[in-house]
Every structure is written in C-alpha cells, then in structure tokens.
C-alpha cells in the first residue's frame, strides 16, 4: 500500500477531527456537557470566518479570535492548539457552509444543477462572507502546504462535478467536458475576484451574465 506523504496524512487527521465534531454531536444527544464543547467550537469558527473575511489570514491570531468570541486564550488554545489548526478547520467549516448554499441543488436535472452550482459559487454580493473566506483560503494556499493539499483536492473534487453535468448537458462534446470543467472553474474564480474586489466594474448581477453566457454557448456548441 502506498503510503502519502507526510503532510497529506496530518491534513486527512485534520480534516476527520474537523468532520468528527459535526458526526459526534448527533450522538451525544443525552451528553450536554460534551455538546457545549463542539457548539462553542463551532462558534469560535464561526468568529474566526468572521475575521479571516474582514482582515485576512494574516492579521487573525488566537488572541484575537479570543477577543473576538469573548473567550480566554486558553479556551481557544483548548479547541485549536495551532493556527494550523485553526485554519484547517476554517477551511472545513467554509466548505460545510458552502454545502448548506448549495442544499438541494443535486436533486435538480443537469441543466438546472449546473446553473444552480454555478450561482451558488459566485458572490451573491462583495460583502459575502462566505465568498471573502474562499477568496483568503484560496490566497493562503499559494504559500501553506496543508491549505494547498486541501485547495487542490476540492478544486479536483470540483472539476470532476462540472465536467460530469457538462458531458451530461452536451453529450456531444464529452471529449471536451473535463477541460471545459477546469475553464469554467477558472472563469468563476476570475468572476468572484472582480466581485469581491472590483464590484463597480463587476457587479454580482454582471457576474452571474457572463457566467450563464458561457454555459450558453456551451450548450450551443
């Protein structure tokens, strides 16, 4: 068996003990004391998404998310022993929250899942929390190996998704759909910069235009 790399196995770690919380929290329905440790981890998170969309990766510390929850450094450290840690589950966390903005879209036919998933992935304004967590996350992973292994494992997840409801949409350019997957992803990214960044040159409304213009044509094609 092949064993993956360091790095790999201590990002799998972390994201099973992120993933846990939500799984173990079911189960501890007659445990009261347990469930108040997983919901104060989810608000900490949710602090955390707070500060990351309004300041960046890079001015968030424990002692401000400390601040921030009301909480003490010692309470933080409890959940979280590292930044590492911290970030690992942000990641999750956003990606949980991405899940829920996307809730029901499977049950729809391609066409529809297709429109739906990509307006699900475009800031629905510059302000989006979710959206500006995603934009830090992504940012991150150009210089944190565990970010990036997360980045890029989802971005694959992703392209697989897209290329299947694009194949499924034109079964006559199945040959083209895993590439035209990836273009369409890199084409979302460039939409919810330009929203998160630049929102009087590329309103959330001008995004979701060009967006739907090339399913459009890839429909046509």
Not at 6 to 18: E, H, I, M, S
Not at 112 to 141: F, N, W
Not at 165 to 179: H, I, Q, V, W
Not at 206 to 213: F, G, L, M, N, T
């Amino acid at each position: 068996m092949t064993v993956p790399p360091l790095g790999t196995r201590w990002v799998f770690a972390a994201v099973r003990w992120c993933l846990d919380a939500g799984e173990e929290r079911s189960s501890m329905a007659v445990r009261p004391a347990a469930t108040r440790v997983l919901d104060r981890r989810g608000q900490l998170l949710d602090r955390l998404s707070d500060a990351i969309a309004e300041t960046g990766i890079e001015g968030v510390s424990i002692r401000d998310l400390a601040a921030r929850a009301n909480v003490s450094i010692g309470t933080v450290q409890y959940h979280f022993a590292t930044k590492t840690d911290l970030l690992v589950c942000a990641w999750h966390h956003a990606q949980t929250n991405l899940r829920v903005r996307q809730g029901g879209i499977a049950e729809l036919g391609p066409r529809e899942q297709l429109i739906g998933r990509i307006e699900a992935l475009l800031p629905p304004s510059p302000e989006d929390r979710l959206s500006r967590l995603a934009l830090a996350m992504s940012t991150r992973a150009t210089h944190d190996r565990r970010i990036a292994e997360l980045h890029s494992e989802h971005r694959r997840e992703s392209e697989v998704i897209f290329a299947r409801l694009l194949a499924r949409t034109n079964r006559g350019r199945l040959a083209e759909s895993r590439d035209a997957a990836a273009e369409l992803l890199a084409l979302l990214d460039g939409l919810s910069m330009a929203v998160l960044t630049g929102p009087t040159r590329v309103s959330p409304d001008r995004a979701r235009r060009i967006a739907r213009d090339w399913i459009r044509a890839w429909l046509a094609g």
